[in-house]
């Protein structure tokens, strides 16, 4: 069954193989040029946003909620502390790391990028930088 693509659609998985929100599909080079002009040099200041919660995340926020609390608390991950961030070593730019939500860019089909929308970069699903996603 083919599903419409219509706003209730999207950012559900009924919206799978219909509702991508792509809005930029850039070479990895553009890719880091546009981060460092929003961000500047440093990736773990980059912020990306969730494509189906909205979530906005960067190494940098993830650690200081560590820092602040001893942990931060991931649907996909559980706790990840500051001992164990190594191990799990989560992609800031594909899997989101909210407590009430385990979305990742890339999986079994290719991404729904649900309303907040996403990026392909060199042919690879990643979230869109949280400044450029209408949140
Ligand atoms: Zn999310």
Redesign the pocket.
């Known amino acids: 069954m083919v599903f419409e693509c219509s706003s209730e659609n999207i950012g559900t998985t009924k919206g799978v193989n219909c509702c991508m929100n792509v809005s930029d599909t850039v070479t990895r080079d553009d890719f880091y040029k546009k981060g460092k002009e929003l961000y500047g040099e440093d990736f773990k200041n980059w912020e990306f946003c969730?494509?189906?919660?909205?979530?906005k995340q960067s190494q940098s926020s993830i650690v200081t909620i560590m820092q602040d609390k001893g942990f931060h608390e991931s649907m996909r991950y559980g706790q990840i502390t500051l001992d164990n961030i190594q191990t799990l070593k989560p992609s800031i730019e594909t899997e989101?790391l909210?407590k009430?939500?385990?979305?990742v860019a890339y999986g079994l089909v290719p991404s729904t990028f649900g309303k907040y929308g996403g990026m392909i970069v060199d042919g690879k699903y990643v979230f869109k930088f949280a400044k450029e996603a209408n949140i």
């Open positions: 969730c494509s189906f919660c909205g979530f989101c909210s009430d939500c385990n979305f």
